[in-house]
């Protein structure tokens, strides 16, 4: 770190904001919002229109506040927009890429914007376009990309100027889900390789329970939850049981374990048992009680696993309470 960014102290957060409003002629994008994020990679989720992209275009000094106060490295965004973005690195949602040039011009370019000497640019640009797996292309033009090659040019422009604090938004955006867990773990290792703390937006509310240390959740522009992402995934105490075949088998199962006195419901592919207080029903342990079921039936058993909550379940939980 350079300049004022020595002074924060490790563990102190790395963005703050404090009651951060956005309005904008006919929608209050942000509400409100109070918000502190550490060290490490911290997933930012929200469905479309929650408030994120307007978010980072606050945090990097780009859109100004209608009221509220926020810093980003120490650095206040009202008045030091150009101190965070010469320590942050922002991968813009949409594309964004001039189609004529190529990835290595293109982040070759952009380390040079952020004050690189042309040398130090040209070794980091081959650097971060061979961590991003844009080696052998990377002097073919942009335009010829597929979705998944342009979201990894637009990471490596972002980390171009090793920042320490880099905001991705949307990066697992228009790709198909091999490539989309190939984006994940490049961002999970930006944090544990690299040492730098990442932002990470997803309107996919379970995709980034993975690769986050901690998860903020947005909603309307407001905050609904901001926790470990250990805390969102803890035991809910209930058994997942999942059999080979369709839902006929699966709703066979649950209709035998219902007969037999469990508590049960369907869950996507699975079956969700309620233990009884105890584990037991009539002497017999739950997990017992399962596989000898699904042995009567002649079902075969894929696995019984412990149920976990999801980040899906704050908005089921937020749903049912303003039902009337
Ligand atoms: N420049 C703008 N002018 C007016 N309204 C805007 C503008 N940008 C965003 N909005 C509105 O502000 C709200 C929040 O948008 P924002 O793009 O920040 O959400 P988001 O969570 O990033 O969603 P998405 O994933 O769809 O981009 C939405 O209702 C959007 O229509």
């Avoid at 120490?74 to 927009?81: E, I, L, N, T």
């Avoid at 797996?133 to 637009?154: D, F, H, N, P, W």
């Amino acid at each position: 770190m350079t300049g004022e960014g020595e002074s924060v102290a490790r563990g102190t957060p790395v963005i703050r904001t404090r009651g951060i409003t956005m309005e904008y002629p006919r929608v209050r994008a942000l509400d409100a919002l109070d918000l502190d994020v550490g060290q490490g990679v911290t997933g930012l989720v929200g469905a479309n229109g929650a408030g994120k992209s307007t978010l980072i275009k606050v945090l990097l000094g780009l859109l100004a506040p209608t009221s509220g106060d926020a810093q980003v490295l120490g650095h206040d965004v009202r008045s030091q927009g150009a101190a965070i973005r010469a320590r942050v690195g922002y991968m813009p949602e949409h594309d964004c890429l001039p189609a004529d040039v190529s990835a290595s011009e293109f982040v070759v370019h952009m380390g040079r914007m952020s004050g690189l000497p042309h040398t130090v640019a040209r070794e980091r640009a081959a650097d971060v376009l061979r961590h991003v797996g844009l080696a052998e292309e990377r002097y073919r033009v942009m335009g010829g990309y597929s979705t998944g090659m342009k979201q990894r040019a637009k990471l490596a422009q972002a980390l171009v100027h090793d920042p320490d604090l880099v905001l991705l938004d949307e990066p697992t955006n228009g790709l198909d889900p091999a490539s989309r867990d190939d984006m994940l773990d490049l961002v999970r290792r930006i944090g544990t390789d690299f040492g730098i703390s990442v932002l990470v937006t997803s309107h996919l509310l379970g995709e980034l329970e993975r690769v986050s240390d901690h998860v903020v959740v947005l909603d309307g522009g407001r905050l609904l939850r901001s926790s470990a992402t250990s805390e969102f995934t803890e035991a809910t105490g209930t058994l997942l049981v999942e059999v080979l075949g369709t839902t006929t088998e699966r709703d066979r199962l649950g209709h035998a374990l219902a007969e037999r006195g469990l508590q049960c419901h369907p869950v996507d592919g699975a079956v969700e048992v309620v233990p009884p207080p105890g584990g037991e029903v009539g002497g017999v342990d739950v997990r017992d009680l399962v596989r000898d079921t699904v042995i009567d039936l002649d079902l075969g058993l894929v696995r019984i696993q412990e149920g976990r909550h999801r980040i899906q379940d704050v908005f089921a939980v937020r749903e049912e309470v303003a039902q009337p």
